[in-house]
């Protein structure tokens, strides 16, 4: 049976030396596949590309000191499912509500652009994380990657279930799938996407959880 998650996987070479070069230049950075961050039984489940270099690849935890985060935490801290509106160190006492962060690739990979073939090998763990979801959970993919990520776990058809800002498709497992553009820098500053978008997002999702 896969684990949802192993910090010594090495499975990946190209992304394996990546992270032995960054850690060289960068003895206090954490260099080591990110674990997901979050309550494991939490109805909401995060799915990002992969660990930024200065942030998650540096912090050890999802999202974490860098720019892609700022939105994201802020997001989750207005809709309830964060206890703070920023995270900047793994030890800064933030935790999710209900919420579980994790990325479609756990290792960084050279300009944040996995290959194939790493994101097909990391998605072993994907999808064991996948599986223990409770049926009535809610996944949000942040981002085309993390979309297809998803559809490849459950072994689903891309053209079942289009990416798009907002969509929401229902999973034959029960559960519901989310779509939202990456809160990345460059989706942000130029504007694809708006925390006014976000927010839509996860106004969405929280009327969900509630039952509403």
């Known amino acids: 049976m896969t684990k949802v998650f192993d910090i010594t996987c090495r ?4 992304l394996a030396r990546f992270m032995d070069e960054v850690k060289q230049k960068n003895p206090d950075y954490f ?17 990002g590309l992969a660990p930024g270099m200065h942030g998650a690849n540096r912090t050890g935890r999802p999202f974490t000191g860098d720019f892609a985060g700022v939105l994201l935490y802020e997001t989750l801290h207005k809709f309830g499912f964060a206890t703070q509106p920023a995270s900047v160190s793994a030890d800064d006492n933030l935790q999710l509500v209900n ?12 300009e944040n ?3 194939p073939a790493e994101m097909a090998k990391c998605n072993q763990f994907l999808a064991a994380e996948l599986q ?4 009535n959970s809610i996944i949000l ?39 939202s553009y990456h ?30």
Do not use: W
Not at 132 to 135: E, I, K, P, Y
């Open 132 to 135: 223990q979801l409770a049926a």
């Open 31 to 47: 260099c080591k596949p990110v674990p997901p961050f979050g309550d494991a039984s939490a109805r909401l489940l995060i799915i």
């Open 11 to 14: 499975q990946c070479p190209r």
């Open 99 to 110: 919420c579980r962060i994790s990325n479609a690739v756990k290792c960084l990979p050279p």
């Open 141 to 179: 993919a942040l981002g085309n990657v993390a979309h297809l990520a998803v559809l490849k776990a459950f072994g689903l058809k891309i053209k079942d279930y289009k990416f798009g800002h907002a969509a929401r498709h229902s999973l034959p497992s029960g559960l519901i799938l989310y779509d």
């Open 183 to 212: 809160c990345s820098r460059y989706n942000t500053q130029t504007r694809r996407l708006t925390a006014e978008m976000f927010h839509t997002v996860f106004a969405d999702i929280q009327r969900e959880v509630r039952g509403e």
């Open 113 to 115: 652009k996995p290959l």
